[in-house]
């Protein structure tokens, strides 16, 4: 229950030893030990169903305590136990009290053994059935009645149980009724300590008795955000004119949804008692470990319960802790479960470039009802959230059912309503989305709110990114130009990373969508339509930028403020005077006089044209854009072109090089990055920024 790591002695050997806060001040060493300790976290908050993580880090005769959650790190100041060994001794006897809850597992989830009638249940639920349907597009289905399961989903939920990964049964409570799922090893998971921990699964619903997907994530705490779960029931109720029941076409269809017994992470709690000014906490700071021989985390708990939900704060108070909560590095997480009706495959899984435009066509659709029917913004397209989902139709005009494979826009976590209330705090400190597909106007603005033409260049960049890794062209060098155009960043003048300089010039027209930034070749596919899809594509995002950017140039500027009536005038030094002087007759001034050349005004942008101002609003569109999208996938030339698909044009020899974004899921700049997993992966290198610690901001030292 309690994990105790050993090192040598000497401060070289412990990570969070220095005279500066930061705690990876220091060697290497020190470093290494830090991502050793952080891996050993990752591993067992993998493998069990925790809510945190208490560690004994023993350097040497010294010891320090450690707490892990999904917020960061809680570590105690060094004692030396054998000058001290009341304060270890003290410690272990308190922890040795503790419940399992205490000590941080999570009680709504039940580990399975051999012998429980739920394990042996799965073990029969991962065998073929015969009345299993093939999912392969556009295979008949034969007649028949009830629930069926598509030959994947058993196939995904028998490799889930395969092996000695732990098994458990999951609690979701919605309105207080519980539902009980059974799951074994998430299909999908963030290994990531700090952040969201996200896990997906291929559960079995008990109740109902079928497969469906779960959900078990950290969520991001912030008031005036809804649960991904309350917005999936709105986009599964929204009504036509006539109140009739239309919904949100190609959206998940929401099961149950809950946060998980008022789980949250702690450690903003600690942060925020240690900024906060003891004026402000109206209690007596706590003294530390070294000074009271031994506290228990128990008690630690019951002395922040207490500062948090103790008497009632002055006025004073109560904006002092709003402003310590709104400068807190450390995001606090609540922990959630959504389940919905949909198993569906990664977008990765398309098998042609006119399968790919059915996908991508589906979602902009979702999108559109979304927008429309439910005033709602995705704020997060990116190819993790596009999928493929079989479903069983019957079209007009055919006499079978068959399977067809369809987009369903997934993950809306991230969503806000059009024009609601929202928390400020959640746009000044973060830029949500996914890096490589967020548009060039949000990456180079953080401040700026994601609008429809945003959204829209989003579904451009992932059409654009899967094109090239999955489909026949003519650029050899993809994994380069993956890395130039999805991945760099620049620095911004605020010290943030901001849009890469390849994405910006394509965008905006500067630079021609080529093989490689210094030439002059431009990428072709050998599937015809997609070029010309592309082509019109970039040249409404060029507009769109080129009258963005003329607006932003030519707004009026604020008039100069008026020198005060009485100013004092400016008297110089004698030797600046005779300096001045001195210079102005080399110039061949003299007297009062003014020089030659006055100041110039600055250049105004021109206007651009009526074609260009059409194009523009395109970018603003679902119309237009399907428009565009459905042309290239309704021409008649996609039959030469069927076998388009490669396995991966992105070489596992590639290693990227340049300036790539770090990827921080702690610090409040950041946004939820997707791992490019075929490229660093396969291929074992680790881009060289990325080196960096990726959990700095994630730690208090108490």
């Known amino acids: ?7 040598e002695d000497g401060t070289q050997n412990d990570p969070f030893d ?29 493998y069990q169903r925790r809510t945190a993580l208490l560690m004994i880090l023993v350097i040497g005769r010294s010891f320090r305590f450690l707490r892990w959650d999904r917020s960061g790190t809680i570590v105690t100041p060094s004692i030396d136990y054998y000058m001290k060994p009341q304060v270890l001794c003290g410690m272990l006897w308190r922890m040795a009290q503790l419940s399992n809850e205490e000590l941080g597992c999570d009680p709504s989830a039940t580990r399975l053994w051999r012998q429980d009638a739920d394990y042996i249940t799965m073990n029969a639920l991962s065998l073929p059935h015969a009345e299993d349907l093939d999912h392969t597009d556009d295979a008949e289905v034969p007649d028949a009645e009830g629930y069926r399961v598509f030959r994947y989903v058993r196939e995904m939920f028998s490799h889930s149980i395969q092996g000695n990964w732990p098994r458990y049964r999951l609690e979701v409570v919605q309105d207080g009724k519980k539902f009980f799922f059974l799951v074994g090893k998430p299909t999908f998971q963030n290994e990531c300590m700090a952040g969201r921990g996200t896990q997906g699964f291929v559960a079995y619903d008990l109740q109902r008795e079928r497969f469906v997907w779960l959900k078990d994530v950290w969520r991001a705490h912030y008031d005036f955000v809804d649960q991904e779960g309350t917005i999936l029931m709105r986009l599964n109720s929204t ?38 000014a003891p004026a402000a906490q109206g209690i007596k700071s706590s ?3 070294q000074d009271t021989h031994a506290q228990s985390v128990g008690s630690r708990t019951e002395e922040i319960s207490t500062f948090v939900k103790g008497r009632k704060r002055t006025r004073a108070e109560a904006e002092e802790s709003a ?31 006119h399968q790919l435009l059915t996908i991508i066509l589906d979602c902009i659709i979702a999108h559109k009802d979304a927008v429309e029917k439910a005033k709602i913004m995705h704020r997060d397209i990116s190819g993790g959230n596009i999928l493929i989902y079989p479903r069983i139709m019957l079209l007009e005009g055919c006499d079978t059912t068959r399977v067809l494979w369809r987009g369903l826009l997934a993950d809306w976590e991230l969503s806000k309503p059009i024009g609601g209330v929202h928390d400020d705090r959640t746009a000044r400190r973060e830029r949500m989305g996914t890096w490589q597909y967020m548009s060039v106007a949000v990456l180079l603005d953080h401040s700026k709110d994601v609008e429809l033409s945003d959204e829209l260049e989003s579904f451009f960049h992932v059409l654009l990114y899967h094109a090239l890794r999955y489909l026949r062209s003519n650029c050899t060098a993809v994994g380069s130009f993956i890395e130039h155009f999805f991945d760099s960043s620049t620095e911004g003048v605020d010290g943030r990373d901001c849009c890469g300089y390849l994405k910006m010039r394509i965008m905006t027209g500067n630079m021609p969508l080529a093989i490689l930034p210094l030439c002059t070749e431009l990428i072709k596919f050998d599937s015809e339509p997609l070029n010309d899809m592309f082509s019109e594509l970039l040249a409404v995002f060029k507009a769109h930028y080129a009258v963005r950017d003329y607006n932003a140039h030519n707004r009026p500027r604020p008039p100069k403020p008026s020198k ?22 080399l110039i061949g001034l003299t007297g009062d ?17 009526d074609e260009v101002y059409a194009n523009a609003q395109m970018a603003s569109s679902h119309g237009a854009i399907l428009s565009i999208v459905h042309d290239a996938w309704n021409r008649r030339k996609w039959g030469e072109f069927t076998l388009d698909r490669v396995e991966d044009n992105a070489l596992v020899t590639y290693k990227a090089r340049g300036r790539v974004r770090p990827e921080d899921t702690t610090t409040m700049s950041t946004v939820k990055r997707r791992k490019i997993e075929t490229i660093h992966e396969r291929a074992g290198v680790v881009p060289e920024a990325s080196s960096r610690p990726p959990r700095k901001a994630g730690t208090c030292k108490i």
């Not at 001040?25 to 050993?40: M, V």
């Not at 006539?242 to 450690?267: F, S």
């Not at 997480?333 to 959504?338: A, E, F, L, N, V």
Request: charged share 30%; aromatic share 8%.
């Open 564 to 585: 005060p009536e009485e100013s004092k005038p400016l008297v110089l030094p004698r030797f600046a005077l005779a300096r001045r002087r001195y210079y102005r007759a």
């Open 18 to 46: 220095g005279q500066k806060e930061d705690v990876y001040w220091g060697s290497d060493k020190r470093q290494q030990i830090w991502d050793e300790l952080s891996e050993h976290a990752e591993h067992v908050f993998r």
């Open 1 to 7: 229950m309690v994990a105790v790591e050993v090192t």
């Open 593 to 609: 006089e003014q020089p030659l050349t006055s100041k110039p005004e600055p250049a105004r942008l021109p206007k651009p044209s």
């Open 323 to 353: 402003s310590v909560l709104d400068a807190c590095p450390l995001r606090r997480h609540t922990h959630y479960r959504i389940v919905v009706e949909e198993v569906a495959m990664p977008l990765t899984k398309f098998t042609s470039g």
């Open 239 to 276: 009504k036509d004119a006539a109140g009739k029941l239309d919904p949100v076409k190609n959206v998940p269809t929401i099961v149950c949804h809950g946060d998980v017994r008022g789980q949250t992470t702690r450690t903003p709690d600690f942060w925020e008692m240690k900024n906060m």
């Open 287 to 289: 003294p530390s470990i």
